[in-house]
């Protein structure tokens, strides 16, 4: 594919004899006679090489290098002067050109620096590319899940992380919503470039607009200097839009119109500025129950909703309560420094059974809590949280095989609320909602029991 190359100078004789020589060497060359029309150009389309002159009015070289940089980080920049000085030279380096080139200069070594430039350029694509490769295959961040909702889940991401669409998550609180949205990007073509994340419900409106856009210097009292927003930060990567059903009205329209136009305009600026991003976006709400009372727009709903997916909360998928144990177990004994290698199988009856309103987000939590309180290498119910521990006399073991007849079940629970209330026979009677001497006949037909307060015997 030939090199396309940007040529900026306001003296026609230089620029015209650059053009010459660049197009007889075969590449594709715009030339422009100011930094404001480099500007243009620079929107409509991307560059492999720009070459610039220092001195310019308006814009000068140095506004053309960083405008370049901002929109297209991979395009090199041969700074061109009649004006040469260490400190210029230092500067046009500091904000990432190639070469500073001073006038006259000879049109061979022209030849050889563009070629040069333009090798660096294909090699850093090169380079680029091998890395996207790898992260695609490394598969990003890791979700623990064996159950079919997860599996499924993850299918789809595989299945849509390419596609570029923006992608709305739903999910309950503390699901993991985030980790499938860096999942998507990990899998995509944007995966080299960055991942941002915002919560639109943890700041006010004013603040969420200075995040989102950033602002102009002296846009507002403190504003002492031009400072991007995110979704300038991440160009050509992954924008992550977390509880956007809390976003303001106002601040709906303003994003609508970015993801339509493309464009953003800072607080206090004028100036459109191009923006090349993936919107994920996730709620724990029903966003469209929001779009019929008014409270979220239909077409930033439908432009969000192009792909959707849904993060099911942990009770949905129980069978992944060990393996998401283990996986917290192993995290917070290497961060704590402590070699706790089991999980006892009555704190895994609790977890499987318990509803988790907090879903993976509390199920971390009570790991995390865990393994601080555990002493040796195993994690046991007294190392749950108080609430949790009354459970234990509520949550029948594991059966011993796939499939109990109603007696052996029967049997199999009483035994184990015997145990667990230390063969106190009131006390468990009381647990099966039923009277001791009912326990008693039971425990008698089973083989349990001599006679009414006698001992248990095995």
């Not at 070629?115 to 680029?128: D, I, N, T, Y």
């Not at 923006?166 to 860096?182: D, F, M, Q, Y």
């Not at 997916?309 to 393996?323: A, C, G, K």
């Not at 109990?404 to 209330?421: A, G, H, R, S």
Request: net charge neutral.
């Amino acid at each position: 594919m030939t090199a396309r190359i940007l040529i900026v100078d306001d003296e026609k004789i230089a620029r015209d004899n650059l053009e010459y020589v660049l197009r007889k060497e075969g590449y594709d060359v715009v030339a422009v006679d100011s930094g404001f029309r480099a500007f243009k150009e620079l929107e409509r389309s991307e560059f492999d090489l720009v070459m610039t002159d220092l001195r310019m009015e308006r814009v000068d070289g140095m506004d053309v290098l960083e405008r370049t940089k901002e929109l297209y980080p991979e395009t090199e920049v041969i700074v061109v002067t009649g004006y040469a000085t260490v400190s210029s030279a230092v500067e046009a380096m500091k904000k990432g050109a190639y070469h500073y080139l001073p006038k006259p200069y000879k049109l061979d070594e022209v030849r050889i620096l563009v070629r040069k430039a333009l090798e660096r350029r294909e090699l850093e694509k090169e380079v680029r590319e091998l890395r996207r490769q790898v992260k695609r295959e490394a598969g990003g961040p890791v979700i623990i899940g064996k159950s079919e909702k997860m599996q499924q889940l993850l299918r789809m991401v595989e299945q849509i992380a390419p596609t570029d669409t923006n992608v709305l998550i739903l999910g309950e609180t503390g699901t993991g919503k985030e980790l499938v949205a860096r999942a998507v990007h990990a899998k995509s073509e944007r995966c080299d470039r960055p991942f941002l994340a915002i919560n639109c419900g943890a700041f006010t409106e004013e603040l969420l607009a200075n995040e989102l856009f950033g602002h102009e210097k002296e846009a507002f009292t403190g504003a002492r200097s031009t400072k991007k927003g995110l979704l300038e930060s991440a160009q050509g990567g992954t924008v992550f839009l977390d509880e956007i059903g809390e976003m303001p009205p106002t601040m709906q329209v303003k994003l609508l119109r970015v993801l339509q136009e493309r464009r953003l305009i800072r607080v206090g600026g004028t100036e459109e500025i191009p923006v090349d991003i993936r919107v994920v976006a996730a709620t724990n709400r029903n966003l469209l129950k929001e779009v019929k009372k008014g409270r979220f727009r239909q077409d930033l709903y439908y432009r969000l909703n192009v792909i959707t997916l849904y993060v099911p909360p942990l009770v949905e998928r129980r069978d992944d309560i060990p393996l998401l144990c283990r996986h917290f177990l192993e995290k917070f004994s290497r961060e704590q420094k402590k070699e706790i290698r089991e999980i006892s199988e009555d704190v895994l009856d609790v977890l499987t059974h318990y509803e988790f309103p907090g879903n993976v987000r509390e199920l971390e939590n009570i790991m995390e809590r865990a393994v601080a309180l555990a002493q040796g290498d195993r994690i046991e119910v007294s190392h749950l949280p108080p609430d949790l521990q009354q459970l234990t006399l509520r949550v029948p073991r594991p059966a011993r095989r796939e499939f109990l007849t109603l007696e052996e079940y029967e049997k199999d629970y009483i035994l184990w609320v015997l145990k667990k209330v230390k063969g106190n026979k009131t006390k468990a009677a009381e647990i099966l909602g039923i009277d001791r001497v009912s326990l008693w006949r039971r425990l008698k037909r089973f083989g349990l029991q001599e006679e009414p307060g006698g001992s248990r015997s095995r």
